[in-house]
């Protein structure tokens, strides 16, 4: 009926814990004669831990003598050792010990509530109650049917922002697909961004999604016609061999940003399919330019972004190329449309009258339909200057230099308009009401958190 009864004679060679189990299974069926529920799970448990430690021992030929009477004497050691364990086997033993634990628990509360008496049912309920209530099943515990069961039901994927950022308190951004790109890449989707010049996919995809959303550093490839096999899988160089930047990404668990992919050459981004098709595959292998193989980082991801969808022709972005259909498969339902933000510029650059001005500049280009963009890196640039020229103006040429010999939020804009013709100049500053902002410096009495227009 009891499985240990054939150990019963090495129990007391082996350590006290062992022992413990025996003496309570023991005790339960009352020397092994009575069948119980408890000392049959205990039964079970305890002999798997001896066959693997001892199962060679119960073969008559390596049984002592004394191992095979009727008494309980101890047995005589052999010189067998006990089998190595495996990992495996270590953490099957903790389970045991586990369950061994909670029986010694329940098995005492029992005495002590029926002062050693056989318990009647209703006192066994209540005494499990008492002993389970604060215990907690860890999910190494379950049943392997019921740790597969569990495994395959869907998860929920979050992310945590991280807090303090600069140049402010890092949020969301009030972007409606951002949640959905960031889900992408989790998911190990190759994604990809499209929009106008300055509407600021670079700036996602390398700070709010990398960085921010993400965690992870990045390694942007700037694609064009001269973007080299190198570049993207190694090669020799003057210095060299030189590795590529998607096998260190692949293989460091960086975000790969392909910034303005439509312009590279199709046959070079030939290069990038085998990759961007196994980036859902754990652990896919990818070789570099001297055959070596390189597994993929659990963590590796890519991003493209393009002025156009890399299959249509642009009068406005000439220098795109179409790519092939392989490529353009990776991004399949992943492709998303980005368009100008102003609550999150406004978010980045912290400036309100910057952003106002800058604003009405994209307005007035869009109104004219003149072929510029104003972008958020322009933005950037007007904010910084105006920082500076600030300081300046405070420090009232204490360092050496004065607010108007060095680069201002005029300067800046002033070099931005001049790229256009004289006729649009002229347009741009009337609507801009150039005169009253920009004149003798007047943005430097403005309110920086609050809108010109």
């Avoid at 005790?27 to 039964?43: F, I, P, R, W």
């Avoid at 060679?56 to 009727?70: N, R």
Wanted: net charge negative; glycine share 6%.
């Amino acid at each position: 009926m009891y499985s240990v009864e054939k150990y019963k004679d090495i129990i007391s060679t082996t350590d006290a814990d062992t022992q413990k189990r025996y003496s309570i299974i023991e005790k339960l069926s009352k020397g092994l004669t009575v069948e119980n529920d408890t000392a049959l799970q205990m039964d079970k448990l305890l002999t798997e831990q001896l066959d693997l430690e001892y199962g060679d021992q119960t073969d008559p030929a390596t049984i002592s003598p004394a191992s095979t009477s009727t008494t309980n004497a101890p047995a005589k050691p052999t010189n067998k050792k006990p089998k190595k364990r495996s990992a495996s086997t270590s953490k099957k033993e903790e389970s045991v010990d586990e369950v061994v634990d909670s029986f010694t628990k329940l098995f005492e509360a029992i005495k002590n509530q029926t002062g050693g008496s056989a318990p009647d049912e209703a006192t066994m309920k209540e005494a499990m109650k008492e002993l389970l209530k604060d215990t907690k099943i860890s999910f190494s515990n379950l049943d392997n049917d019921l740790k597969k069961q569990v495994s395959s039901q869907p998860h929920v994927i979050q992310y945590q922002l991280p807090g303090k950022k600069e140049p402010g308190a890092f949020q969301k951004p009030d972007i409606p697909v951002f949640q959905s790109i960031v889900d992408d890449l989790v998911m190990g989707h190759v994604v990809m961004l499209i929009g106008g010049a300055g509407t600021g996919k670079t700036y996602m995809a390398e700070n709010l999604l990398a960085k921010q959303a993400l965690g992870r550093q990045h390694i942007t490839i700037n694609c064009s016609q001269w973007t080299s096999p190198t570049e993207i899988i190694g090669g020799q160089t003057m210095d060299g061999y030189q590795e590529g930047k998607l096998i260190e990404a692949w293989s460091k668990g960086h975000v790969l940003i392909l910034d303005e992919l439509p312009k590279i050459d199709p046959n070079t981004a030939g290069l990038l399919n085998d990759a961007l098709a196994k980036t859902k595959i754990e652990n896919a292998v990818i070789f570099n330019a001297r055959k070596e193989s390189f597994s993929k980082h659990p963590d590796f991801a890519v991003v493209m972004t393009g002025n156009v969808y890399p299959n249509t022709d642009s009068i406005a972005y000439g220098a795109n190329n179409k790519q092939d259909l392989s490529l353009l498969d990776r991004v399949s339902g992943n492709v998303y449309f980005i368009e100008k933000n102003p609550d999150l510029e406004k978010r980045i650059l912290q400036n309100e009258m910057i952003w106002s001005v800058c604003d009405k500049i994209r307005s007035v280009i869009e109104e004219m339909r003149y072929e510029a963009q104003i972008s958020l890196r322009f933005m950037q640039t007007a904010r910084d200057s105006y920082n500076l020229e600030m300081q300046r103006v405070k420090d009232k040429g204490k360092n050496g230099v004065k607010a108007d010999e060095g680069k201002t939020f005029k300067g800046a804009v002033d070099s931005y308009i001049s790229t256009f013709t004289n006729v649009q100049q002229k347009n741009i500053r009337e609507k801009i009401k150039y005169d009253e902002i920009f004149e003798d410096h007047y943005y430097r009495n403005m309110d920086k958190d609050k809108e010109v227009y």
